[in-house]
């Protein structure tokens, strides 16, 4: 059994010490119990490569079969020793996601499954779904790791977004205005490494920055942004799909394109080795639909902006 738990850990984490320290024993214990359970099988499972490991087809089979036993046996002793306790889903998602999308609007999800608690665990690293409980997440990218089961990609687009009343007050009417205006900076940092920036929407517009454009930077701090755009600060490069809340009840407004993809894509996960529940299958369906919403409010701007005849090209990833 502890060999077993060696190799699933292993194989789940994709890593020998990431499982020594998840197990509680060192690498080297976790590697002898791997070794063993090969001999005892007469079955490579690892390939041990420079720094990394991967799994044989082999190693593939056993390590999903052996994750869906262990999650099975840890939720049957979770019914037989909390059977009072409310149902909870976890949800794992980025915090500009939860910050943006998921907080103005769970509300509504929570009102149609009432006895139902809901935890997020935000955070923009990586997480393990099976060892952290994750019934199931909204992660972005440009792709899928292989333990996912994902749904369609609902890809993310940005545009200069700001309050009407900012740029009725510094009367900016076209993207050579800009000149007049405080650009509010942020970057995704390692979520996505090639989303687009303010300099690649000057690119996209047939432009040149100017040298001594206003700006002011908020790192990583991608909702930050999109509140002090609201506050009338400045005019951001405001993602569409994570604040369309603000675009849809009016807040943020586009004035001109163009709109800019980032590359990346939302998508709607779970483990493979861990079948939907019944709620985490309710909120699968739910968040897909808003996220659709989202994706229709991109269209619906990128037409109204051609429609307006601005003469400015849009971009679409």
């Known amino acids: 059994m502890n060999a077993l738990r060696a190799f699933e850990a292993t194989a789940r984490c994709r890593s ?21 359970l090969e001999e005892s099988l007469d ?39 909390d059977t009072k306790r409310t149902e909870c889903l976890v949800i794992a998602c980025p915090p500009p996601f939860a910050a943006k999308f998921l907080a103005p609007r769970i509300g509504t999800f929570i009102a149609q499954n009432p006895g139902l608690d809901v935890r997020l665990s935000v955070d923009v690293n990586k997480v393990d ?4 409980g994750i ?39 076209g993207h050579e205005d800009l000149i007049k205006a405080t650009l509010l900076e942020k970057s995704f940092g390692d979520l996505m490494h090639d989303a687009a ?28 942004a999109l509140d002090s755009a609201r506050a009338g600060a400045g005019i ?25 993809g980032v590359g990346s894509a939302f998508r709607v996960v779970h483990h493979e080795s861990m079948p939907l529940s019944e709620h985490a299958s309710l909120f699968t369906s739910w968040v897909k639909k808003e996220l659709g919403i989202a994706t229709v409010l991109i269209e619906e701007l990128k037409e109204n902006l051609e429609a307006t ?7 679409v990833a």
């Open 135 to 173: 019934d199931v997440g909204i992660r972005i990218g440009a792709s899928v790791d292989e333990w996912m089961v994902p749904s369609k990609p609902f890809w993310e687009h940005r545009a200069p977004l700001a309050t009407e009343r900012y740029l009725t007050d510094n009367n900016i009417l």
């Open 43 to 81: 079955i490579e499972l690892l390939r041990r490569e420079h720094r990394k490991i991967s799994l044989t087809e082999e190693g593939r089979r056993l390590s999903t079969s052996l994750t869906e036993a262990f999650f099975g046996i840890s939720r049957a002793i979770a019914d037989l020793t």
């Open 129 to 132: 779904y099976v060892a952290s």
């Open 236 to 260: 951001v490069l405001g993602e569409l799909i994570t604040g369309s809340i603000h675009v849809m009840e009016g807040e943020l407004v586009c004035p001109f394109g163009p709109v800019v």
């Open 197 to 224: 920036t303010w300099d690649d929407w000057y690119r996209a517009a047939f432009s040149v920055r100017p040298e001594r454009q206003r700006s002011v930077d908020f790192g990583t701090h991608c909702d930050q």
């Open 309 to 315: 005849d601005t003469g400015l090209h849009t971009a």
């Open 16 to 36: 020998i010490s990431d499982a020594s320290e998840e197990l509680f024993v060192t690498p080297s214990a976790v590697s002898q119990q791997i070794k063993k």
